[in-house]
């Protein structure tokens, strides 16, 4: 018991109620859909479910009490997790003691062919997806989640507002980047930013001065950065970073899984008027999505309706992207970077309550320099309420 | 072509000797299996044969030039890469244009299973793993390979050397990681580990102090350590650093996507004399390593040597763990973390000249402290070459 008493000092614990309605609510999805059983593999959806992300199976029937099968380390995911029927698991055939069903909710989002295969080989039914209900479910956030994420918006703000004490010209890219990283440790961010994806990474490292801001890459995003090698094309570079030029700082923070996304401008000395007057301009189209942003629209209307605005600010030609647009406004963040849904061009999903997004509109100046602010939201009934919490102006130095 | 000069002038290209070697070896394999064409999809994979991770798909057909199709960004796949044939992607359909072939190389462990019912529902051929074939090419590094990791271990070197400056008590585990962080992405660490799987990932924070460096986790390592929460349970907590104890230093740095993985203890001020006891006997098993590892042994062959030497040495009731036995002493590494083969209990495979290991020869002290060493080296004809070169020694500081 010492060892177990020990960790319940050193970090908190999911807590018992969120793991109960969070199970529940996916039994009811279960019900809904026919499907009796769920197999839930994926760490991020296993702790989602459990509090506990160790290596682990977790097995959720329809109608009765979940089992959670651990490979390793039992003794954490029994510390950690609130399931009271925690069992290890010595082999993979284990899983045929706990499931005789026919038809079996599977995640093929996060299952690769040859991990799908093995458990094909283990359970004869029916695999069903199971990805949408997950990603639905987690896209409406608990008062608790919104804690965690608020938290993590509080480590951001000092994240910001100390570095900007360690910006100086002559710094390359990378190096802001490694200064913002350090402070951020300090406080606690967990450095791993999930995205549930081999193609799409997420990193803390997306910070541009000028001209590298303007390159795009594999990323949907109108600044994408250099990076540093063709294997790491994206974000900060070994570019210096140089007086009264905009310096563009994506920087996502991560608390007990949960992140927040937020972009802030910078500057050594006096911005340019040109990159000034911009600016106000992208905040004021922020300023747009939240005043409009409610519970009930239709996330590619609402695009579209934002999208309008550029128009009649007079930056069309640059908002989004100059030569390549890339049609999106905001994402869908909680456990991982970018989750469903995001606030695209033709995305048909209704915008609900409770739900948390990071929007960061952004535009490109040819060859000049890109610009952007960007924050973590949480859509109330009748408002928008603010997640991360820096001062919106450009941060000069 | 402006931003294509300036793209190279920035950061290194692979060069295309590299790449038309690493893809007529591949062609070479294919051929060996009867399969005609292959598709690489997997952006790790995608770059070691093209030079490019963008977003991306290529084919590498058995007995003629591979194709690239680019989703986003054409000029800078065009830019990075020197397959002569690179086209823009503008649908998933687009593929059928390129195969014809009744069967078709993929990689079942890298695509999800959504991924591949798309890619099934546009090609209507028989899907063949190919993942152990590139596994097994992977494996095998190049000059340029390891010209790329020794970098990497110089970066490392630096870390270590330069970040003990900064230790000092009272700091806790991940404020020291955030330091080292600081320090690594200076010198061009990219931040990002790769390990191609969603259940295992890796991570700079592997940084303890006395007891947490006992806890075990989910990762197949002795010293797991706490970590900061339920969601992120491995590597560095809010443990203070003290005086006088081991701290267990596991810090991975990667270059141009190149990888390299060592440990070094740390104390501050005079270490005990029972923990330089321990210390002295866990480097003369790396020292054991280094000397008998050679071509055309078998991996678990060379495991089991090496397990009896804890005996000898007196330590086998705390070499790779106390209650619990984790029976690896080394992975593969390279654009992954832990990749093919590694050297562990019962692996039947064979060490081939080229290949590259982190060797961590680690154990535990129960209820007190973990502790460990690890290098990178590259396997010689007759020899072993040391990729990493951080003095052995304890770093007191």
Known sequence: MGKKLLLKHRYNLVPEFEIYNRIKNFQKKLSESNIPVAIIYYPVNCYYFTGANQDEILIVYADREPVL?????????????????????????????????KRVGFEFDYITLNEYKKFQSIIEAEFVDITQIINELRSIKSKYEISLMKHAGEIAKKVYLEGANYLKKGLTEIE????????????????ILRTGSFRFESYTSHIMCGYTSTFTTKTATPTGGMGLSPAFPCGASFNEIKENKPILVDFGICFMGYQVDETRMFSIGEPEEEFVNYYKKILKI????????????????????????????????????FNKKFNFIGHGIGLHTSEFPVIAKNFNYLIKENMTFAFEPKMVIPEKYGLGIEDTVVVRKDRVERITSIPEEIICV
């Open 286 to 321: 922020q300023h747009e999505i939240f005043e409009n942003l409610k519970p009930g629209i239709i996330a590619g209307d609402f695009f579209d309706f934002i999208y309008e605005k550029s128009y009649s600010l007079g930056i069309e030609k640059y908002f989004l992207g």
């Open 69 to 101: 099968l651990v490979k390793r380390d039992l003794e954490r995911a029994k510390n950690d997790s609130p399931i009271t029927q925690i069992f290890p698991l010595k082999s993979f055939s284990d899983l045929k003691k706990f499931i005789n069903e």
């Open 176 to 191: 802001f980047a490694g200064i913002l990283e350090k402070i951020a440790r300090k406080y606690g961010h967990e450095g």
